[in-house]
């Protein structure tokens, strides 16, 4: 099955490896536990 | 027409380069500016930049401080939204971003 | 008609990757100038505070941050060492670098969006080599591919 491993610990270089992790993860389609709560994915980072 | 294309393949040919050059040399001063001991004490986000760009009342952030390599592993979703965190080369931190 | 039809794939692929050589020197210039615009700026608020934040309120980089939902259940298992962490999420989350949190805070100038004022675009060129400077004047135009060709016919 799909798992994704990141190395992580130093700056810089893996931003498009956590876009990946975040669409992965987004996407799914497994059930929310608590689907019936409204809003439960989180709302993404706020660009100032 | 071949001629014209080997002169704009030769072109690419010296662009390419460049381009790998100036890679080569970003990614050197990069690492400079992370290991300069100058700016050892400067390069920090605070709390509040954090709750600038996520709304504490509807957001928690978490915080994950690990040493290099430590091995970060996201399970497939369909299974569990499951983040392993497995280090070796010294202990990880993981704070709550405290909403005030 | 063989053969130049074998330039013209060798052509393709040179562009192709010339492309990503550019997007890739684009984002190692938006790290470069996102992490000395933090530096500068926790500079001049330290000399105006004349004092550092209080420790507990700053994050050093490198970090990571997972954001999700208040309501999120997370259940998590520590080892005694802390080497090894595991988390059980019951909703979705995201994970995000340091270079993502600076680019959400600004320290980027927007330049990775397209949209840069030219007060800032002044003040991002300053922070990186001239030689680079065209592709910063690039990124805050949106126009890096149109300008492909200029680099060519220069080269």
Partial sequence: RSRILVSIGESFGTSEKFQKINQMVGSSDRPLK?????????KPLKRL | KYQGLEKEIHDLQVAEQQLDDLIQMCTVQLKLL???????????????DLRSIADPSE???????????TQLQVSDPAEAFQVSLKSTQGPID???CPED | AQECQNLEIEKQRRLERIKQKR???????LQQIAFKNLVQRNQQNEQQ????????ATIQLPFLIVNTSKRTVIDCSISSDKFEYL?????TFEIHDDIEVLKRMGMSFGLE???????????????????????????????????QGLLLNSA
């Fill in chain 3, 87 to 91: 988390f059980n999420f019951d909703n």
């Fill in chain 2, 59 to 69: 957001q928690m952030v978490m915080l994950i401080k690990a040493p290099p390599e």
């Fill in chain 3, 23 to 29: 997007a890739q020197l684009q984002e190692l210039l």
């Fill in chain 2, 94 to 96: 993981v704070f709550l």
């Fill in chain 3, 113 to 147: 969006a397209g949209k840069c004022s030219a007060e800032d675009l002044r003040t991002a060129k300053s922070l990186v080599p001239k030689a680079l400077e065209g592709y910063v004047t690039d990124m805050s135009t949106g126009l890096s591919w149109l300008n």
């Fill in chain 1, 34 to 42: 608590r689907s019936a709560e409204v809003s439960t994915t989180p």
């Fill in chain 2, 34 to 48: 992370t290991e300069d001991p100058e700016n050892q004490q400067y390069p920090y986000v605070t709390c509040q």
């Fill in chain 3, 49 to 56: 505070n004349q004092s550092p934040p209080a420790l507990n």
